[in-house]
């Protein structure tokens, strides 16, 4: 069962314009998100976190918002940018989770446009 | 700093051979992961490790064996290659502080079984 969701494999948008990627969560014990990023041959990179306790978490020109009746968080970048172009994973962790274990989305492939 | 490292970055491996794929990390992080990522999926938690002596399973750990000898080196062992196993491995490393505390990813290993 997957608990964490990304159910857009892909999203094009035009260079300057925002980017909004999503992400859903099934299990309420999750109180830490995190999204990160893949460029093509490495490995995820850290892009920006954020506690159950908040709903917006702000980094420059990414935004992430956390909706937690409704069990969604999504990364907003503004303006988008082409070295933006990369696959996003939202992952998640959760309460008393020994190991400090992420649960990870599908991920989605963002392409920005010039 | 190298951060965390793998070797080798690509490998072919016929049914039912073995190989040890290697990640050493340089930042003295206690936490140690490793992740498989197949085309079109999230990455998955095959074992991780707290600390030198400790390792315990992950989400996807059949097929698999790690040691944690040092805090800097986490092996992962296939002893007998299948094709299921065709996938890119990640390995991760974070610190001990908290679970806010981010994970730090090598660049990955490509694996295909034939």
Redesign the interface.
């Known amino acids: 069962d997957q608990q ?1 969701k ?1 159910n857009s ?1 892909s999203l094009s948008v035009q260079e300057g314009r925002i980017s909004i990627l999503n992400c859903d969560y099934t299990n309420s014990m999750f ?2 998100f ?1 999204w ?1 990023k893949k460029y093509p ?6 892009l920006i ?1 954020i ?1 159950s306790i908040k709903d917006k978490n702000e980094d420059g020109r990414f935004t992430v918002f956390l909706n937690k009746s409704a069990k969604h968080l999504s990364l907003h970048i503004v303006p988008s940018q082409p070295g933006d172009s990369a696959v996003y ?1 939202c992952a998640a ?1 959760g309460d008393g ?6 649960i ?4 989605t492939e963002l392409s920005v446009k010039p | 700093n190298a951060g965390v490292t793998q070797t080798p970055k690509f490998r072919i491996l016929k049914i039912g051979q073995s190989m040890t794929l290697q990640c050493t990390q340089d930042m003295n992080h206690n936490y140690m992961y490793w992740y498989r990522q197949d085309p079109g999926m999230g990455l998955k938690l095959i074992y991780y490790s707290v600390g030198a002596g400790i390792t315990d399973k992950g989400e996807v750990p059949n097929g698999y064996n790690v040691s944690r000898s040092t805090t800097e080196d986490f092996p992962l062992r296939l002893e007998l290659a299948a094709p299921s196993q065709t996938s890119v491995y990640f390995c991760a490393s974070s610190s001990a502080r908290g679970r806010g505390e981010t994970q730090y990813f090598g660049p990955g290993t490509r694996l295909l079984v034939l």
Request: charged share 15%; glycine share 18%.
């Open positions: 964490v990304q494999p109180d830490y995190l990160y041959a490495e490995g995820p990179t850290f976190s506690s994973f962790r989770n020994q190991g400090g274990k992420l990870f989305g599908q991920g």
